[in-house]
């Protein structure tokens, strides 16, 4: 990607697309990367910075939806298992098998009250025995015999589950242990689907910080925030893509919607050294007493765990409140009894809202997962169709956007010529495909740009083969930052000149995962500003405002 100023200068001058598309999460940049490889000319905005929604606010589980099937939604998880295969194979620089496992209390717990959730009679959820899970896992397994990425599951007697997992809950009777998956980090994900998009495709934009409004019956207009400058589009087809936010999007297109029920989910990322060692490579995944399900997992060097499902009307209130951070570590209390666990282990705590769809259902958790995509024809007031996205979980973001594109490219008369099924992300272009194949690479790439081969690794492990390309900056570059020592100059000039931030939040929160594990401390803030500062023509002024904003971000998430 160019940087923003560029990037709006080029709108202001060629203003055309065939599909506009709102928000920057990875619904719209999914619909963004499938048209562009149709060779669609697509723009995508979005008023906060890409990923700054749910997509960078999640559990980053990429997984099937175990519990999903109590509520009969066999299709999800069959598809959502599917996914997740698939960015096991085609995203391999971020998104790794996870250990699962389950403390069970009980072996015939849930065999009435689940068929009757099942037909959905208005039961509590909650109480799920080993038989019950066992079918689950049944199903898992089966959906994926072909092309199975994963181990199969298997339960493990109570003895055996204490052993493995010191200062687990004894009253269990044995513990249920299956894989899915998890991604280190979301956010980049977003930035590689639309750098491919741009880099694929010359008449696709994308740009964050910019609103839009319908003016027109046939016009959008878009508002750079920073300077208020307006850029007038003429779209064949408006996607609306902007999740939780999907409703309050429409009224600024003239619909009034009510699509949209989205849930707040808070998470916490602690740092303790007995809940760490306990858990090993494993994430533990319980049931409260209110039968809500909660997770546990090592993250990095920092654990994260969660979360809750409290309804909200607007997603721009959601915050992780006291009461929430409470809820969190009593449920982890109940399952390591004798933990230490104190508020001062949180070093960031953030809250996302899930965009499900509006829902008359008392219990949360009842509420329908699957994705849709709802069409709203033209009308006198406005002459494009808009596409509103409903739904969608990090797990599907593809074949969801898959299912709008092809809608989409059948109302432009278009016929897919690309599929994305099996296409490989930009980090993960001939990404090596075993730990033999990894050493080579990292051995060849380190050599060519005189770096030590474990300088090269976390640059792999963090950017995927992108990594080489950073490699190759200047010597000079390749020094430690004196606050963040696993970071170079290098990598945050590269993120600086080609990533599109416009705020330092937007490096140390979506671009990478500093704020995310706690080490956002002033003194790095402050190394990384003065670094980013000349790429993006900062005065001394606007580095002292962007590093406060920066700052005042990690100190509440703790």
């Not at 960031?348 to 997962?369: H, I, K, Q």
């Not at 299912?403 to 432009?412: F, S, V």
Request: aromatic share 6%.
């Amino acid at each position: 990607m160019k940087k923003r100023t560029d990037i709006w200068n080029d709108l202001k001058h060629d203003n055309t697309c065939d599909v506009l598309i709102l928000g920057g999460g990875v619904n719209g940049a999914g619909v963004f990367r499938d048209l562009a490889l149709q060779g669609v000319s697509c723009i995508l905005v979005d008023k906060d910075d890409f990923s700054a929604g749910a997509s960078s606010q999640s559990s980053r589980m990429i997984h099937g939806g175990l519990r999903y099937l109590e509520n009969g939604e066999f299709k999800l998880v069959r598809e959502s298992v599917i996914e997740r295969n698939r960015l096991l194979r085609t995203a391999p620089h971020f998104v790794r098998p996870l250990k699962i496992s389950i403390p069970v209390d009980s072996w015939l717990a849930g065999l009435i009250k689940s068929p009757l959730i099942f037909l959905g009679l208005p039961v509590k959820v909650g109480g799920r025995g080993a038989l019950i899970i066992k079918m689950g896992l049944l199903f898992y397994d089966l959906i994926t015999r072909k092309r199975r990425q994963t181990p199969r599951h298997y339960l493990l007697s109570k003895d055996k589950s204490l052993k493995d997992i010191p200062g687990l809950r004894t009253n269990i009777v044995c513990t249920a242990t299956y894989w899915d998956a998890w991604i280190s980090q979301a956010e980049r994900l977003c930035i590689e689907m639309i750098e491919e998009a741009c880099r694929v495709n010359p008449a696709c934009r994308a740009i964050n910080y910019v609103t839009a409004a319908k003016t027109a019956p046939a016009a959008v207009a878009l508002t750079e925030q920073a300077t208020g400058e307006e850029v007038t589009l003429h779209p064949k087809i408006v996607v609306n893509a902007t999740g939780a936010w999907v409703d309050l999007t429409n009224r600024t297109l003239g619909i009034d919607s009510h699509f949209m029920g989205g849930t707040k989910g808070s998470h916490l990322v602690i740092y303790n050294k007995q809940l760490y060692d306990a858990l090993g490579d494993r994430m533990v995944y319980y049931e409260h007493t209110d039968g809500r399900v909660c997770i546990a997992f090592r993250f990095m060097d920092k654990i994260i765990m969660g979360s809750t499902d409290i309804r909200i009307d607007n997603p721009d209130d959601a915050e992780c409140d006291d009461a929430e951070i409470e809820y969190m570590m009593t449920t982890l209390r109940g399952v390591f009894p004798g933990l230490a666990l104190s508020r001062d282990d949180i070093v960031f705590r953030f809250c996302g809202v899930r965009p499900l769809p509006a829902s008359n259902v008392d219990y949360t958790g009842r509420v329908p997962r699957a994705h849709r995509l709802h069409i709203t024809p033209p009308s006198a007031e406005r002459n494009f169709p808009v596409y509103s996205m409903i739904g969608g979980k990090l797990t599907t973001f593809r074949a969801f956007a898959e299912q709008a594109a092809d809608k989409i490219l059948t109302q432009l008369g278009k016929t897919r010529t690309t599929s994305t099924e099996e296409r490989p992300y930009l980090g993960a272009m001939d990404y090596p495909v075993d730990e033999d194949a990894k050493h080579v690479w990292i051995s060849r790439v380190a050599a060519a740009n005189n770096l030590a081969p474990e300088r090269v690794a976390t640059l792999l492990d963090r950017y995927g083969v992108i990594a080489e390309t950073i490699a190759a900056r200047p010597a000079a570059e390749h020094v430690p930052l004196a606050a963040l020592s696993d970071y170079s100059v290098a990598e945050i000039r590269h993120i600086a000149e080609n990533e599109c931030i416009h705020h330092l939040t937007d490096l140390t929160r979506r671009r990478s995962i500093i704020t995310l594990t706690g080490k956002a401390n002033p003194k790095a803030l402050e190394e990384l500003a003065q670094i980013i500062a000349p790429s993006l023509t900062w005065r001394e002024s606007r580095q002292q405002q962007e590093i406060e904003k920066a700052e005042e971000e990690a100190t509440y998430g703790r």
